[in-house]
């Protein structure tokens, strides 16, 4: 079925360095799209979103990609820190409302 | 401006009894969705509630509901806990007054059921 998935289950990074996380999705109505942090024991985090009408959105130290040519979304890190270590969701919005459906997820871990 | 909250923080039923979540979304979001969150089957989406009526519901059997009350604070019930029940329980909350927007998310309540 149709489903919001992940190229890379998990990350490693040096300290310092950028990161670069993926995410492929399937429904091409999908037309807008969060990306989330989630540190161990607490509740997604919110960090960037875009909509299908913009291919590319910056935040601070964190940059979103969207190519809807082939339904792919990254999440670009910055100079990642030890604090990014966490697993990052990227989420889609297909109908009306609130329904957003996740991907299974990719655990990042910062080298020192 | 206070985050999502979830109470219970932990919770541990056994098979057959029924379960009661609560969630109290922050000051002025009109919208909550719940979500389950299990490592096999990810992030999934259960129901939103916007103006204390039912406005999307997710792919989950009728032993799973929910209600929202005036406030826009939400409880969500599962009745006859089953195994695979078990689960960190998200809260997500959002203004409400588009088509799509961002969402927060509660800690979670995480179930055992045994």
Redesign the interface.
């Known amino acids: 079925g149709e489903s919001v998935g992940l190229h890379l289950p998990t990350l490693s990074v040096q300290e310092g360095d950028n990161s670069i996380i993926n995410c492929a999705y399937s429904n091409s109505a999908s ?2 799209f ?1 990306w ?1 942090k989630q540190e161990s ?6 960090i960037i ?1 875009i ?1 299908s009408n913009m291919d590319k959105r910056q935040g601070q130290r964190v940059t979103v990609l969207l190519n809807k040519t082939v339904k792919h979304l990254s999440l670009q890190i910055a100079a990642t820190q030890p604090g990014d270590s966490a697993v990052y ?1 990227c ?1 889609e ?1 297909r ?11 990719t655990r990042l871990s910062v080298l020192p | 401006k206070a985050g ?1 909250t979830q109470t219970p923080r932990y919770l541990i039923k056994t098979r057959g009894q029924q379960v009661t979540l609560s969630c109290s979304p922050i000051s002025g979001h009109r ?1 909550v ?1 719940w ?1 389950q969150q299990t490592p096999g089957q ?4 259960l129901f ?1 509630y ?1 103006s204390e009526t039912q ?2 519901k ?1 792919n989950f059997p009728g032993r799973f509901s929910g209600r929202q009350f005036s406030n826009s604070r939400s409880e969500m019930n599962v009745s006859t806990l089953e195994l695979g029940d078990s689960a960190l329980y ?1 809260c ?1 909350s ?1 203004t409400g007054s588009g ?10 309540t995480r179930l055992l059921v045994l």
């Open positions: 037309d807008y969060i989330y024991g607490k509740g997604p985090q919110f979103d909509r969701f989420a919005n109908n009306y409302g609130q329904n957003f459906v996740f991907g299974p997820g | 999502v919208s969705s979500y990810g992030l999934q989406f939103e916007f406005r999307n997710g998200l997500a959002s088509d799509q927007e961002t969402q927060y998310f509660g800690p979670g």
